[in-house]
């Protein structure tokens, strides 16, 4: 049982008891209160996928199938963490790769792969946890067996006038061009949005604008970034003001590129993926993820808020 009220406010409105934040108050008076969870605090979400839990609603974090060929559906633990205990059970000694990567945000955007051998793992071949190198984090490795894996799924990701994302991510290796997450295509008009590393092996986050010269804003970061090492990515794009934005853990210099004066953030429907390029093979992602959201709503949350509380989460810088 846990508490829904206090003195008839509902908790979900409550902010503070005698002083103290409610993400600090466990009980009230012996009894549990709700579990605070970050997208409780960062809501707007177009799409949200993590091996946390996000929202108290999710149940489900990631699909997967074994060696058998036979594939489980993988929830959380009572901390809200994987249920690693449940996977390790479902693939044994053996390896496990994802097939579907739940939507927490309530809107249904899964990412999924049909195609078997290009499934990401997220148990290597003698039944391990793939976690990041430093935190072990667990996480999905997107070239396992230096094979290109990716995950997809067809939406629109923006409302044409701002987004936010955020990834918690990892290199195995630092190489021009990979794209992170990519709603990208080979026509202009086809092109969305992509995070990447660049050929100074910077961050990168690009959309493309509805304008007749379809220009391409971009934001780059001006620090490195290097292999075995844990990254907190956010990315801010706008067409009013017309302005981006790329830091990572706790970085906040960049440079502009391109931004036009006039016209949308293009919003097709378009297939999004993590992991490459999402129109061909190109463009691979070689490392591991651990969480991916996009945010697109009247009001979005800010880059500050969502690494400083990301990273009080997971600790990675």
Known sequence: ????????????????????????????????????????????????????????????AITVENSSGTTADIGFDSNGDLDTSA???????????VSKWWDQSGNGNHMEQTTAASRP??????GNVITTTTNSIPALDFYFGSTARWLQDTFVSNNGDH?????LAEFRTVTTGQQIISQWSATATQQVL????????????????????????????????????????????SASP??????????????????????????????MAIGRRSDNGAAQFQ???????????????????????????????
Request: hydrophobic share 35%; glycine share 6%.
């Open 1 to 60: 049982m846990s508490i829904d009220k206090l003195s008839g406010v509902s908790w979900s409105s409550i902010s503070k008891v005698d002083g103290v934040a409610v993400a600090n108050i466990s009980k009230v008076a012996g009894v549990d209160v709700p579990a605070d969870y970050f997208l409780d605090t960062h809501a707007g979400a177009v799409a949200a996928y993590s091996l946390r839990k996000l929202s108290s609603t999710a149940t489900t």
């Open 87 to 97: 996977l390790t059970t479902h693939c044994g000694s053996n390896y496990g790769r």
């Open 121 to 126: 793992y997220i148990v290597d071949a003698s």
């Open 163 to 167: 987004y936010v994302a955020s990834v």
């Open 194 to 237: 992509q995070i990447t590393c660049s050929a100074f092996s910077w961050l990168r986050s690009a959309c493309r604008y509805d304008t007749a010269s379809n220009n391409l804003g971009r934001a780059d970061t001006t620090d490195t970034v290097s292999i075995n090492t844990e990254y907190i990515i956010t990315s801010y794009m």
């Open 242 to 271: 017309y302005e981006g934005d790329t830091d990572f853990n706790g970085d906040k210099t960049d440079t502009d590129i391109g931004f036009p004066t006039t016209g949308n953030i293009r919003n097709n429907s378009q297939l």
């Open 287 to 317: 490392g591991f993820m651990s969480e991916f959201i996009f945010w697109s709503d009247t009001t979005i949350p800010s880059q500050a808020n969502i690494m400083t509380d990301t990273n009080t989460h997971y600790s990675v810088f």
